[in-house]
């Protein structure tokens, strides 16, 4: 007769099952702390981004998130503990049959240094406060010359420049409302004056929002770029800085997109 007493290979297949669904489940909790803990941090981010909104605290969900990380890392190790516990209970009825998973505790180990190395990193991130948005603002400023100009050297001459910008300017669906010769106006006027244009642009449906939050920002807009050639021969490309632009008119940050495309078409000009 069989000996009922001795584990066969059906029991360790069992026991290995059951550790398996044990860290499928740690790494369920592992991955709804982490959801959590980013949740709230996003919503921190967005009412940085959003002054008009009252501020609220969302602190716990990072707590809360983190504490679900943590127990599904203990539920990875009590069940490494569990998994090896029944097998030297199983070793005593039938040694020969004893083969621990070496893959099953691999897993579980790797995943409970995930998701330690996952907490860390949670406690770790803060996310934008106020106070840290100004300082960036500060620290973007501070790279910005005092008259708020920036420029590029361009690797056409000044008419080859204006064309392209011309090009880019109709791909992009942007109005071009004019270009400003000065040298060909000073030059009818009996005057030198290098290669020096102006072009005026701009997309009302980027404009209007700008001017209706600050309407000083008119004094700016449409947007323009200078292309000029220096007495040395080399084209510049010049334009007002968007961060300059949003400090001076005091513009949200929301709409500071609506302005910094300036930067995207000068380099693509220079080109």
Known sequence: MPDDSKATPRDFLAVERTFLAWIRTGLALMGLGFVLARFGIFLREFRVNQPNLPSESYGLSLWFGTALIFMGVLVCLLSL?????????????????????????????????????????????RPITPDNASKA?????????????????????????????????????????????HSGEAASAGLKMPNTKLLIFGNPKAGTPLMLASPSAALDLPLKILIAEDAAGKVWISY??????????HLPPELLPNIAVIETLAAKAAE
């Open 81 to 125: 503990v569990r998994y090896r516990r029944l097998l030297q209970q199983l070793e005593q009825s039938e040694a020969g049959l004893s083969r621990p998973s070496t893959l099953a505790m691999t897993t579980a180990v790797v995943l409970a240094v995930l998701g330690v190395a996952m907490a860390i990193y949670l406690i770790s991130v």
């Open 240 to 249: 007002n800085a968007p961060a300059y632009l949003q400090a001076r008119h």
């Open 137 to 181: 603002r500060e620290t973007s400023m501070a790279q910005i010359p005092e008259n708020g100009i920036l420029r590029a050297a361009s690797n056409h001459s000044v008419d080859e420049t204006v064309t392209r910008l011309q090009g880019i300017l109709q791909s992009k669906g942007v109005k071009l409302f004019t270009i400003v010769d």
